[in-house]
C-alpha cells in the first residue's frame, strides 16, 4: 500500500516522518522488551519445569517403592509354586504369610488352571483379603465369577509373563477398585514349560489417589494419573475417574494436541508442555512421568496466570511508562518536522490521488529546480506513462495471471499429495524403497503412493492419469486419496480397487480414467499381494536370478465401468528379492529419431544393475532415459518406484 493512502487524510509528510521515526523507536523498544519477557518467561518455565520435575518425580518414586514391594511377594510364590506341590491348607498358608509381610497387598489369590489342582474342580482360586485386622477367606471362581477370562488372569497367562492389570472393580474377591499384579507359575510336561497357573496381589488404589490428590502446586493446580490405556485413575474431578480417558475428552474436544500427549504418557514418556483452555478450564502447563513398574503415567498441572502473574504485573508497568514517554516523543517530533516539510505538503496531496488510481489529476507547476520541483516534474511524467502502460497492460496481464495461476494450483495439489521424504520409514529394516515423478508439463496425471496399514502390512501403487493438464492433476489426487482412504490390512488389493473404480464412476461426465497396479507387502513374511487396474507390468528381480515380467491378473482401468472386477495374485518374496514399478513414461520416451526406449531395453538395464538398491535402480532408469532422449522434449510423464525386500522382521 502506498505510504500516502495509508495514513489519515489531511496528514502530511511532517505525520508521516514522526510516525517513522517513532515506529523506529518503538520497534528497538519492543524487541528490547520482547527478548526480555520473553528470556524472563523461558526462564520461568524452566525453573518450573524443574521444580515440578522434581515434585513428580518424588510421587513416583512413593509410588514405585509401593508397587515394587507388591511384585516381590507374588513373585516368591509363584517360584515355590513352580518347583513343589501344594496342598489347600498349606497355600492358605503361603497367602496368608504373604499378605502378613506386605501390610501394602489388600488381598491375594493362587488361581490354577482348569482341573489342574483337582481332576473334579474346574476353579481352584483361594483368596485371602483384609477385612479390618483380619483376614477374610473365599474361593474365587464360577458361573458369576469366571476368572480365567478376566484380564488380571487371562493377560499373563497368554505373555507367560508378569503384568499389573488396569484398574477395575473387583465383584468378586475384594468388591473395591483395585490393579492386580499377576504373576504366572509353571509346571514342565514332556520337556515343556506350561502355566499351572496365576499367583496375584491386589493393590487398593485409595491409598494412591490420596498421595496424588496431595500434589497441589499453586492454588488451582492439580495432579492426575492414568492408566496404559489413557483412563483416569485420581482426578479432581470425580466424575473422569473410571469413567473417561485423556482419549474420550481429546475427541470430545477434538483436540489433536491432547491426543499427542496421550500417547506419548501411556508409551512411558516424560515431558512439559502447554494445555489448552478446555483442558484445565484456563490455559496451564503439563509436566508427565510414567510410572515404569505398572506403565501409568502421572500428570501435574500447572495454571499459567498463576505462573507468569509476576512477569505480567512487570510488563503493563514497563508498556505504561513507554507509552507515556512515546506521546511526549511524538508531540516533538511532530513540531520540528512540520517547519521542515511544509513545500512538500501540496506535492503529497496530489501524489497521494495518484495513488489512489487518479491518472487524471493536474499536477502543481514547479519552478524550482531542488528535490521538490525534480519530484513535482517526474510525478507529471510517470502519470502520462502509468496511463500508456496500463492500457495495455490490463488484458495481458489478466489472461496470463489466470493461465498460470491454474497450472500453479494443479502442480500444488499433485506434489502435494505425493509422499517424498525418503528414506520414508527409517526404523523398518525389512525393506527399502524410493520413488520419483517427474511431469513432462507443468502438471500431469501419474501417481505413486505407499504407506503403512499396521506394524506388518506396506501397501504400495503406481499409476497413470488418462489426459494432462489440471483435470488429469486432479483426478489423480481423487484416486490416489480414494485408496489411500479405502486400503486395509483385511482388503484384499483386488477389493480396493474395486471399491475406487466404484467411487471414481460416479459423476464421471468426462470420462476420464487411471490406470493403477496396487500392492499390499506383508514386509514380515514377505507375502506379496497384488492386483491390475490396466497398468504396466512390473519387473521382479529375484536375487541372483535374471529379471522377468510380474505377472498380472485382468483388469479394466478405473473409472469408466462401474461393474468392473479385479483379481488378486499372490507371490512371496525372498530376502534381496526387488520390484521396479513404472509409467509408460519410460518405455514410451521417444528420441530425436522418434523411436521409443521400449520394455525390452528397460528390462536389459534392470539385468545389468545387479543388487543396486532402490534409490539407484531409479536413478540409473532416469539417466538412461534421458540418455536415450537427447535433446527430445519429454512427451509424458515419467514415474518409476522401487522396492528391495530384506528381511529379517520378526
Known amino acids: 500500500m502506498p505510504i500516502a493512502s495509508a495514513v489519515p487524510r489531511g496528514r502530511g509528510l511532517a505525520f508521516k516522518l514522526s510516525l517513522l521515526i517513532l515506529t523506529g523507536t518503538a520497534i528497538i523498544f519492543a524487541a528490547a522488551f520482547g527478548y526480555n519477557y520473553l528470556y524472563s518467561r523461558n526462564q520461568l518455565l524452566l525453573e518450573v519445569q524443574a521444580n515440578a520435575g522434581n515434585l513428580t518425580r518424588a510421587a513416583v518414586g512413593r509410588i514405585e517403592t509401593v508397587l515394587h514391594g507388591a511384585e516381590k511377594a507374588p513373585a516368591y510364590l509363584a517360584r515355590l509354586l513352580g518347583e513343589e506341590r501344594h496342598d489347600e491348607a498349606t497355600l492358605f498358608k503361603r497367602i496368608e504369610a504373604l499378605l502378613e509381610t506386605n501390610p501394602e497387598i489388600f488381598g491375594s489369590t493362587v488361581a490354577f488352571e482348569p482341573y489342574a489342582f483337582d481332576p473334579k474342580r474346574r476353579f481352584f482360586a483361594p483368596y485371602l483379603s483384609r ?136 508409551a512411558g514418556g516424560e515431558g512439559f508442555v502447554a494445555l489448552k483452555e478446555h483442558f484445565a478450564g484456563e ?28 512477569i505480567e504485573q512487570l510488563n503493563r508497568t514497563v508498556i505504561l511508562i513507554g507509552a507515556a514517554g512515546f506521546a511526549i516523543l511524538f508531540v516533538v517530533i511532530v513540531l520540528i518536522s512540520g517547519t521542515i516539510t ?48 496500463i492500457v495495455h497492460l490490463a488484458e495481458t496481464t489478466a489472461a496470463k495471471e489466470r493461465y498460470e495461476s491454474e ?28 520413488a520419483t515423478l517427474i511431469p513432462a508439463k507443468e502438471v500431469g496425471g501419474d501417481l505413486y503412493d505407499f504407506f503403512l496399514l499396521d506394524e506388518t502390512h506396506l501397501f504400495f501403487s503406481i499409476g497413470d492419469v488418462s489426459g494432462k493438464g489440471v ?128 520394455e525390452e531395453r528397460l528390462e536389459r538395464l534392470v539385468g545389468d544393475m545387479g543388487d543396486a538398491a532402490p534409490e539407484a535402480m531409479v536413478g540409473q532408469v532416469l539417466q538412461s532415459v534421458q540418455s536415450f532422449a537427447g535433446h527430445e522434449p519429454q512427451s509424458d510423464d515419467i514415474t518409476l518406484l522401487a522396492l528391495a525386500f530384506r528381511g529379517g522382521g520378526k
Not at 551 to 569: H, V
Request: charged share 25%.
Open 283 to 310: 490455559k496451564a502447563w503439563l509436566y508427565y512421568a510414567p510410572l515404569p513398574a505398572s506403565g501409568w503415567s502421572i500428570g501435574v498441572v500447572f495454571p499459567e496466570k498463576a505462573l507468569f502473574a509476576e
Open 471 to 598: 483435470p488429469a492433476a486432479l483426478f489423480m489426487a481423487a484416486s490416489k486419496t480414494l485408496m489411500k482412504g479405502t486400503a486395509a490390512p483385511d482388503l484384499s488389493p483386488a477389493e480396493v480397487l474395486a471399491r475406487v473404480n466404484r467411487e471414481l464412476c460416479l459423476e464421471n461426465d468426462s470420462m476420464m480414467f487411471v490406470t493403477v497396479f496396487a500392492a499390499l507387502l506383508n514386509f514380515r513374511t514377505g507375502e506379496l499381494r497384488y492386483s491390475n487396474a490396466g497398468h504396466n507390468p512390473p519387473l521382479l528381480l529375484r536375487a541372483g536370478s535374471a529379471p522377468e515380467w510380474l505377472p498380472l491378473p485382468e483388469g479394466f482401468f478405473l473409472g469408466t465401468m462401474e461393474e468392473a472386477t479385479y483379481q488378486t495374485r499372490t507371490l512371496v518374496l525372498a530376502p534381496g528379492d526387488r520390484l521396479l514399478l513404472y509409467t509408460d513414461g519410460v518405455t514410451e520416451a521417444m528420441n530425436e529419431a522418434q523411436d521409443f526406449y521400449t
Open 131 to 266: 477385612e479390618g485386622t483380619s483376614l477374610k477367606k473365599t474361593f474365587l471362581g464360577g458361573e458369576a465369577y469366571d476368572y480365567f477370562f478376566w484380564d488380571w488372569y487371562q493377560i499373563p497367562r497368554e505373555l507367560q509373563r508378569p503384568i499389573w492389570s488396569d484398574p477395575y472393580f473387583d465383584e468378586g474377591a475384594g468388591n473395591i477398585i483395585m490393579s492386580t499384579y499377576s504373576v504366572p507359575f509353571f509346571t514342565h510336561r514332556e520337556g515343556k514349560r506350561v502355566v499351572q497357573g496365576i499367583v496375584t496381589a491386589d493393590i487398593s488404589l485409595e491409598w494412591l489417589v490420596r498421595l496424588i490428590s496431595r500434589i497441589t502446586p499453586y492454588e488451582s493446580g492439580y495432579a492426575f494419573m492414568i492408566t496404559q490405556s489413557g483412563v483416569f485413575v485420581s482426578h479432581p474431578d470425580q466424575e473422569l475417574i473410571m469413567r473417561e480417558s485423556l482419549f474420550s475428552l481429546a475427541e470430545a474436544a477434538d483436540d489433536e494436541e491432547l491426543r499427542r500427549i496421550g500417547r506419548a504418557m501411556i
Open 407 to 434: 497450472l500453479k494450483i494443479a502442480r500444488t495439489i499433485q506434489m502435494s499429495f505425493l509422499p517424498k521424504r525418503f528414506p520414508p520409514f527409517p526404523d523398518k529394516s525389512e525393506f527399502d524403497l524410493y
Open 342 to 389: 511544509r513545500p512538500l505538503r501540496s506535492l503529497a496531496g496530489k501524489a497521494a490521488e495518484i495513488a489512489r488510481g487518479n491518472l487524471d489529476v493536474e499536477m502543481t507547476e514547479a519552478s524550482g529546480s531542488d528535490e521538490v520541483g525534480e519530484l513535482s516534474r517526474s510525478f507529471d511524467h510517470m502519470k502520462v506513462a502509468l496511463k500508456e502502460y
